[in-house]
């Protein structure tokens, strides 16, 4: 019986050897399931505890680079935790995915703003827009039923496109700021220079769903062309509110 005994253990050592040893490709499986393809792990180096690689967002494969490290016991479970840096080395988040629940602590990252909207399933009018979105996150979390978030949202060079006059709409530098807890978390939106005036809410809901709730308004000294063109777009996707801006109530389902 010994020479059995010494053949199991033996394969129990070479299975031990390759889980520790499993490419850092093995992530991107993960991670495609966790997000319905819509993110995907590449050109990886290293094991799937320890390694590097780019992070692609589809459908338009922008790629961030990035590092991660991971704890073994979440990822047998089907889950990933551990830390990562993408795009600035210097700032190291920390998350733990399971299933449809999420915590990442102090992430930051900066990505081309039609692309994430693209990613995350955001209708075209909204996603066929130019600038950069830059995410800093102190904490963000979703726990069932619950949401909880400390972030901030910029969207610098902002331009949007405007349906039915086929042109585009600068808007500027548009801030996004979350802070709270509970089943829907509320963040205020504003804007600063650009074509238009912007201040409302955006409202997340832990059933993956948001409202965008804000008033729009043409700047002063527009020429007056170019004031009724930006009009003409507002008044197809709000209500015009009598004082010359447009109320916009926008719901998003983010797939």
Do not use: C
């Amino acid at each position: 019986m010994r020479p059995w005994l010494g053949v199991g253990a033996g394969a129990i050592l070479l299975a031990a050897a390759l889980i520790i040893e499993a490419p850092a490709s093995l992530l991107d499986r993960r991670v495609a399931d966790l997000t319905d393809g819509r993110i995907r792990v590449t050109a990886a180096t290293g094991t799937v505890w320890r390694g590097a690689g780019e992070l692609a967002l589809l459908p338009d494969d922008v790629r961030v680079p990035i590092a991660w490290r991971l704890e073994p016991m979440p990822l047998l479970r089907g889950g990933l935790a551990g830390s990562l840096t993408a795009g600035d080395a210097n700032r190291r988040a920390t998350f733990a995915v399971e299933q449809e629940n999420f915590v990442v602590h102090d992430f930051a990252i900066a990505l081309p703003a039609a692309s994430v909207l693209r990613t995350a399933g955001i209708p075209d009018a909204l996603a066929n827009a130019a600038g950069t979105l830059t995410l800093d996150a102190a904490d963000l979390a979703r726990r069932g039923d619950r949401l909880e978030a400390r972030a901030n949202l910029l969207w610098t060079d902002a331009v949007l496109a405007a349906p039915v006059t086929g042109g585009r709409i600068a808007l500027g530098e548009v801030r996004l700021a979350a802070a709270g807890s509970g089943s829907e978390v509320p963040a205020t939106l504003s804007n600063s220079g650009g074509e238009v005036d912007i201040a409302g809410s955006l409202l997340f809901s832990a059933r993956g769903t948001a409202q965008i709730d804000a008033r729009i308004k043409p700047r002063p000294g527009l020429a007056a062309d170019r004031n009724e063109a930006i009009a003409a777009a507002l008044s197809n996707i709000g209500r015009a509110d009598g004082a010359g801006g447009y109320r916009v109530v926008w719901p998003l389902a983010l797939r």
